[in-house]
T-cell receptor
Framework: GENVGLHLPTLSVQEGDNSIINCAYS??????FIWYKQESGKGPQFIID?????DKRQGQRVTVLLNKTVKHLSLQIAATQPGDSAVYFC??????????FGPGTRLSVLP | DSGVTQTPKHLITATGQRVTLRCSPR?????VYWYQQSLDQGLQFLIQ???????AKGNILERFSAQQFPDLHSELNLSSLELGDSALYFC????????????FGPGTRLTVT
């Protein structure tokens, strides 16, 4: 199946460089934020999450930063690899009562 | 492979018809979530069930309904289908009720003609 959102913002990075994907969220009551990766023809895949009482969380090659003052979330991918090429979505939820996804960013890794 | 299964993979039907999408969560997960993904609306949360009970509701139309059975599998029923209902429908599951760490299935692609 084709990817959703053929006109998504695209970030192109060289293999081996770091990637930063940004997301603005809307609900100041949201207490939990998630980043998902969606490859062509597949469902979203959980990457990393962060709760509102934190401003940074690290995983394997990924870091999520949360700035509640300006309602901004970012995903940093270190040493970007071809397998990282996908659409990345941020999502927010206020206490699990609703889940709102951002429009997505397409990451393209150049050889 | 997330461990979440969805059937069917593809579904083609006509306007006005009714369809049922099925989801089996990962072993041990008590929550099931349904999402719709379309080109113009992006990913939209529809509804969540936890251990058989409805827990949270998003942008689900009245023509749509869902349920979670005692064996924890879930079905999403879509009726009086319209062309605009054509989309990918995803099911996700998680261990608890709060929506943390959801694992998505491969989706059902619905085409309404």
């Amino acid at each position: 199946g084709e990817n959703v959102g053929l006109h998504l913002p695209t970030l192109s990075v060289q293999e081996g460089d770091n990637s930063i994907i940004n997301c603005a969220y809307s609900n100041s009551a949201s207490d939990y934020f998630i980043w998902y990766k969606q490859e062509s023809g597949k469902g979203p895949q959980f990457i990393i999450d962060i709760r509102s009482n934190m401003d940074k969380r690290q995983g394997q090659r990924v870091t999520v930063l949360l700035n509640k003052t300006v309602k901004h979330l970012s995903l940093q991918i270190a040493a970007t690899q071809p397998g990282d090429s996908a659409v990345y979505f941020c999502a927010e939820t206020p206490y699990g009562q609703n889940f709102v996804f951002g429009p997505g960013t397409r990451l393209s890794v150049l050889p | 492979d997330s461990g979440v299964t969805q059937t069917p993979k593809h579904l083609i039907t006509a306007t006005g018809q009714r369809v049922t999408l099925r989801c089996s969560p990962r072993s041990g997960d008590l929550s099931v979530y349904w999402y719709q993904q379309s080109l113009d609306q992006g990913l939209q949360f529809l509804i969540q069930y936890y251990n058989g009970e409805e827990r949270a509701k998003g942008n689900i139309l009245e023509r749509f309904s869902a349920q979670q059975f005692p064996d924890l599998h879930s079905e999403l029923n879509l009726s009086s289908l319209e062309l605009g209902d054509s989309a990918l429908y995803f099911c996700a599951s998680s261990v608890g009720a709060s929506g943390y760490e959801q694992y998505f299935g491969p989706g059902t692609r619905l085409t309404v003609t």
